[in-house]
């Protein structure tokens, strides 16, 4: 009987292009332990059925169940059917930011929850397919617009039956509502982090991208990511290290280095905080 394959982060995959728009239509691997990276990942459903360990809950879904979470926590697809076939989309913030969800919605999101709904039909596969057809066309045109029509799908939530995995506790907060300047202004900061996460910068630097006061720009980000200007720059670091680390003969100070962390205390403490394990224990779990 065949060996089963198992799903290894690598330099051209998501952890290793982690502001890169990606789309598939394929069958899943097993994930041997978790991996992160700093999208948004959208999961359909075609076929079969697949099972989830995320950070703080655990969830299954079936043929015709979508679901939408942060990337950015620690997640694994642990077991799957013998015929499982998804699709879906791993979408940068900058995405994200666009759609127009609810404001407790996108709170929760970003601080680890799930929405999952059933409420699909014979045109999401459809689309779906189609969808990731224009992605890899080269076709810049073709791109845009499979983008648009899956931001618009994924609004349509708000219309349907939906849940939010694992239910809000009391008191919960719903985060604030997210006008178009706000958005805008995310937008330039995750961009400028995208092309500069490697280097040394600070709130300073990534304020002036978007023309605006690094206090502001530091309390903007943060009530709408969940998460400070300095946790998601680690973040795309930590992602870019992850599909380092997976290379044969990896150097953990090498790693930390071509990562952007100026010693590798710091990217120990870090990467230990996010993936519960040091990035040596890590590697060596890979099987390199």
């Not at 601080?111 to 890899?136: C, H, I, M, P």
């Not at 849940?163 to 604030?176: F, N, T």
Request: glycine share 6%; net charge negative; with cysteine.
């Amino acid at each position: 009987m065949p060996e089963r394959p198992f799903y290894h982060p690598g330099a051209s995959s998501v952890e290793g292009l982690p502001l890169a728009l990606q789309m598939f239509h394929n069958h899943p691997l097993v994930m041997l332990k978790p991996h992160w990276h700093a999208q948004v990942e959208v999961n359909f459903i075609v076929r079969g059925s697949v099972h989830y360990r995320m950070a703080e809950h655990e969830i299954s879904l079936s043929a015709g169940d979508m679901c939408l979470f942060w990337g950015g926590l620690p997640h694994q697809m642990d077991d799957l059917s013998d015929d499982a076939t998804y699709a879906g989309a791993h979408l940068p913030l900058v995405h994200f930011f666009r759609l127009h969800l609810p404001a407790d919605v996108r709170h929760r999101l970003m601080t680890g929850a799930t929405l999952v709904t059933n409420a699909t039909d014979q045109s999401d596969n459809d689309n779906f397919k189609r969808w990731n057809e224009y992605a890899r066309s080269d076709d810049p045109a073709k791109t845009e617009h499979a983008v648009n029509e899956l931001l618009l799908r994924l609004e349509r939530v708000r219309f349907e039956a939906y849940r939010l995995v694992p239910e809000a506790a009391s008191g919960h907060g719903a985060g604030s509502p997210f006008d178009q300047q706000s958005s805008r202004n995310v937008g330039r900061m995750c961009d400028f982090i995208a092309e500069n996460f490697l280097y040394d910068i600070d709130c300073v630097n990534i304020a002036a991208a978007a023309d605006i006061h690094p206090k502001y720009a530091m309390s903007l980000f943060k009530k709408s990511t969940g998460m400070t200007l300095n946790e998601y720059v680690n973040l795309l670091r930590l992602s870019y290290a992850q599909a380092l680390l997976m290379h044969e003969g990896a150097n953990v100070l090498k790693v930390a280095m071509d990562s952007g962390f100026g010693s590798l205390s710091a990217f120990n403490k870090s990467f230990r905080k996010l993936a519960g394990m040091s990035p040596s224990d890590f590697r060596r779990a890979g099987g390199r």
